[in-house]
């Protein structure tokens, strides 16, 4: 086997490297910086340029870390390396190994649909696809963002005409930018908690182009935020960092929107079915876009999505891994000092 899965990771033991490991290991290569699949304690990291800085400020400055190009070939020990564009957020990518004609392509979290922001997704050739499934479910099926975002200018404009704040959550890194790019500035002001400003200061100053925002400064007094956004992630939901915005409605944009109990636990007023995730279409149009004839699921809904792959004749199988999906989105946590 050209890659196997042990309790650190998908391992290629040719090359003795590790692809978005989740226990430390000597050499790493990863698809995107987000924190299930970008993980604290490798010796060496290896990954697209534009994830590098990201990484960075997520893992600190000190680690060894090396960026590469898209389509460039890194050979280690006769095992042929090259990362290729996801579309999941920006510098995530998909990993393919090639090794004496035989491929396998690593997809980290991918979406088909051009955001606008990320590199598109690619489709690549090979042998063996490993895949996640995070909604590797038939009632998961994306909208265009376009109507999404038509959804979201019309909920801001009208919370704006009745007097109100709209806040409106996403995962720090990924979501949050697209939802910046993608709204309509003109409405009004727009302002973000302390952790997704400090992400797009990083992205910011790697010539990336974001909308203008400002920092809610949990320390400003008499701040008027009626009519404007606030762009926040999930878990800043229920502290007492929410409750300056008053009068205000709350909306989040996810992926599990598409199911009622979320958003219903959440206890927000709306919900926008927005995620940086394949939905049920993409994941089969990427799989057999990609020519395999073996698949491997990952996260997600394997067990469901594999035997529907067996039975479109594919040899598929699930392995167990630390990755997390869009789940980061509701689980993720906040420093203390940014909120």
Request: aromatic share 10%; net charge neutral; hydrophobic share 35%.
């Amino acid at each position: 086997m050209l890659l196997e899965f042990n309790e650190k990771g998908i391992y290629c033991a040719k090359a003795d490297v590790y692809i978005d490991p989740w226990k430390p290991v000597k050499r790493a290569l990863i698809t995107h910086a987000h924190a299930d699949h970008s993980r604290w304690g490798n010796d060496y990291y290896l990954a697209h340029q534009l994830s590098v800085p990201i990484i960075q400020h997520r893992l600190g400055n000190d680690i060894k870390i090396e960026g590469v190009e898209y389509g460039v070939a890194r050979t280690i020990n006769g095992v042929k390396f090259s990362f290729h564009p996801a579309g999941h957020i920006i510098g995530s990518s998909q990993i393919r190994v090639e090794y004496k004609g035989e491929v396998w392509v690593v997809s980290g979290d991918y979406k088909l649909e051009d955001d606008g922001f990320s590199t598109p997704y690619e489709s690549v050739k090979c042998h063996t696809f490993i895949t996640e499934c995070t909604f590797g479910l038939p009632v998961f099926k994306w909208k265009e963002q376009k109507e999404v975002f038509a959804e979201i200018n019309a909920w801001w404009n009208k919370n704006k005409e009745e007097g109100k704040a709209t806040i409106l959550t996403g995962y720090s890194l990924g979501k949050a930018q697209r939802l910046l790019q993608g709204i309509d500035p003109s409405i009004g002001k727009i302002y973000t908690h302390g952790a997704i400003e400090n992400t797009n200061e990083v992205i910011r100053k790697i010539g990336v182009k974001l909308n203008p925002t400002e920092y809610v400064d949990p320390d400003a007094k008499k701040v008027d935020y009626k009519g404007s956004l606030i762009i926040a992630p999930p878990s800043a939901l229920g502290t007492s960092w929410q409750k300056k915005f008053r009068p205000y409605e709350v909306g989040i944009a996810s992926g599990w929107m598409a199911m009622r109990g979320p958003r219903r636990r959440r206890a927000v007023d709306r919900g926008f079915i927005l995620s940086d995730h394949a939905d049920w279409d993409g994941l089969n149009k990427a799989i057999k876009a990609s020519g395999c004839e073996r698949v491997i699921t990952t996260h997600g809904y394997t067990s469901i999505f594999t035997q529907w792959l067996n039975e479109q004749g594919y040899d598929a199988r699930v392995e167990n891994t630390d990755f997390e999906g869009e789940l980061g989105e509701v689980n993720e946590t906040i420093n203390d000092s940014e909120s």
